[in-house]
């Protein structure tokens, strides 16, 4: 009669799939650092356009500032990125934040046109999404992130910091270009 009363409740404790032991260990709304959250607001999404209802940030002023503008806003979505590692995030959730930042600063370097597309893109914004959807612990569990985890963003980094670096050499050699082949009169 004991072996069929433990049955029993073991069965009952399996019926049941709302209980504590059978949750999902990553929580299902992870509370990241407020600074985080207003960061991304500010610099993608703070001024409105009263009539059209388009948002927009600081990124899209600051981008205005010839050579400048593109990398100190890259800056701030690599902070974004480098948070992500904190909160153990996937690497392959931290690849595609890298990749939104890498999409954003490529079409920052089209004149105007590209500032349009910055404003529009808003990569704090689209990784702030990633990062509430993808994030495997909460903010008082995010002190540290894995060593691997912070190579690979580092490798992340380094790919972008590359990428900075060969837009950079390119305007260069284009500049010089002009000015010693094109002869004004």
Known sequence: MALASHVNDSYLIHAE??????????????????EIEVLA??????F??????????LNAII????GVGDI????????????????????????????N???????????????????????NIRNLKLLYKRAAVSA?????GRTSDWLFVGGIVLTLIALLFGTMTVSALIIWYLFT???LV
């Open 63 to 66: 981008d205005l500032i010839p």
């Open 17 to 34: 799939p709302h209980t504590a032991r059978d949750r999902i260990v990553r929580p299902t709304r992870v509370q990241i650092e407020r």
């Open 140 to 144: 008082e569990q995010a002190r540290q």
């Open 72 to 99: 100190a806003t890259s800056l701030v979505a690599v902070y974004v990125l480098i948070s992500a590692v904190r909160y153990r995030v996937p690497k392959i959730t931290l690849l595609r934040m890298g990749l």
């Open 181 to 183: 082949h094109i002869r």
């Open 48 to 57: 409105a356009i009263p009539v059209l209802g388009w948002r927009f940030g």
């Open 101 to 123: 930042i890498a999409i954003y600063f490529l079409g920052g370097l089209v004149p105007w046109v590209g500032d349009l597309f910055a404003a529009w893109w808003k990569p």
């Open 41 to 46: 607001q500010v610099m993608d999404n703070q």
